[in-house]
């Protein structure tokens, strides 16, 4: 009797992956695409919101450090008042930085600070003109 060979192997199941399994792989993988786009959204939008804050936040130092300066050159001439506040708009004379005596007013119109500085003046008569002329052109609101 000859020696019997063992039998073939029985073929196996073939390994891989089904169609259900890919599908729900896919499915888990645009959850998280869509999870992670929104994420970077939230991220975009909010360094919109801290950047219109960080202007902001300058635009006011600004203003707070020429407020500073011009208070701080404030000049009493006796020839006009030194500081006039009207209730809507306060006007001062003050040490031009390039010489003389400078008129600024100060006012708060449709919610948003506006300065407005005259010329230099080196003369009495300048100084009152230009303080006559300011308060037509700056009414009290």
């Excluded at 259900?20 to 869509?34: F, P, T, Y």
């Excluded at 909010?46 to 450090?65: F, N, Y």
């Amino acid at each position: 009797m000859s020696p019997r060979s063992s039998p073939p192997p029985i073929a196996s199941r073939a390994t891989g992956f089904t169609l259900i399994e890919v599908m729900v792989s896919l499915l888990i993988l645009s959850v998280m695409a869509l999870m992670a786009w929104q994420g970077v959204e939230g991220i975009s939008k909010a360094r919109e919101v801290a950047d219109g804050g960080v202007k902001r936040t300058l635009r006011l130092q600004s203003v707070m450090t020429q407020w500073q300066a011009d208070l701080g050159a404030v000049l009493d001439t006796q020839t006009v008042d030194p500081l006039l506040f009207d209730g809507a708009a306060l006007r001062m004379t003050r040490r031009a930085p390039q010489g003389g005596v400078q008129v600024v007013v100060w006012a708060l119109r449709s919610g948003r600070w506006v300065r407005w500085a005259g010329p230099a003046v080196t003369t009495v008569g300048q100084l009152q003109e230009q303080w006559t002329r300011l308060k037509a052109e700056w009414p009290s609101r």
